[in-house]
């Protein structure tokens, strides 16, 4: 953990049970045309998308729209770009999972340039540096799962033989606006509710045993852990309870401040590398491997460093689960472990060969995957064991 850090910025955060309401008066604040984009349904088919678009009429505030069926594609980026860059935008606003905040979060910073967003994508692009000017943006998450409402990168997605999951990413890029309204999560179906809520636990976990954490993220992360512990189980298996949903919601926002200022570990670099092969849901890859990508990590930290400190940050997460304060660290750990395999299963976390992960796939899967800033760096026989085990 670093005492001494640098912490990148966080949106101006609205947080809490009905701030929705506050969207069309921060939306004239930017001024009277926005872009609103959203998912293919869900948002668009509640009662909430006819109240805003009242609102915005009601303020003479003019909206395009644009639908994000699936994680976001290059293409799919360039075409939206090309569709509204003329059209004088003041701010663009993005209402939906993960993948719809990703999308707004790229456009809002390709609309300034006129270039193909795979040119600055890590790992894929040109190598061109992006100059981080963008149009204002506004970010509203309706699941709980990436943080992306927090975060300085957009994931933008192409799948197939030589598919990738790259970011696009910038200080800059963090959103203007953060609305975080836990209400706006009621809606979203259990498994998809296990599959984010799956997402913002490894994102915070990871965060929090990363080699780059520091002491905010880590002061940040324990108690946004905290409201997890409760949360995601709630959030599950009575998703009307707002007590459950707003418990998530907060632990989802956190996940992407302590993920943009202290990175993550190995799981996350599993979910690039196999999401750029096979169309799998992020929060799926991460829920799936989480359980097995972690004991390996103990195990091998227990053999060949048993003085690391993330031994004794695996121990305090465990204390908080377990709750017996009585207990020594490898108690503490074991109960951490046992706990997410718990969940795996009781939140019916599939494996990851029920999709169209092949055998013949994992050579260049291991190949891609990197360990990020994971507390143990796991080499390609363990990687492959990793992978193996959720097939
Ligand atoms: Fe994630």
Redesign the pocket.
Known sequence: MQTSFSFTSTPQIHFGVGKFKLLPRLINNYGKNVLILTGAKSFTSSVNWDILRESLDDLEISFAHFEIPNEPSPNQIDHCVKQFRENDLRVILAIGGGSVLDAGKAVSAMIPLNKPVKNYLEGVGTGESHPGIKIPFIAVPTTS??GSETTKNAVITEVGKNGFKKSLRHDNFVPDLAVVDPSLTLSTPKNQTAHSGM?AF??LVESYLSTKSNLMTDSLAIKALNQLKDGLPLAVNEGANIEGRTKMAYASMISGIT?ANAG?GTI?GF?SSVGGKCNIP??LI?GSLMGIVNRITVRELRKQDATNLALSKYARLGRMFSQKDDKGKDYQIDFLLDQIDQWIEEFEIAKLSRFNLEEQLIPSIIKETGNKNNPYQLNPAELDEALRNRI
Do not use: E, I, N, S
């Open positions: 799962g990436t997402d490894t994102q993920l993550l996350h979910a992020h929060g991460c």
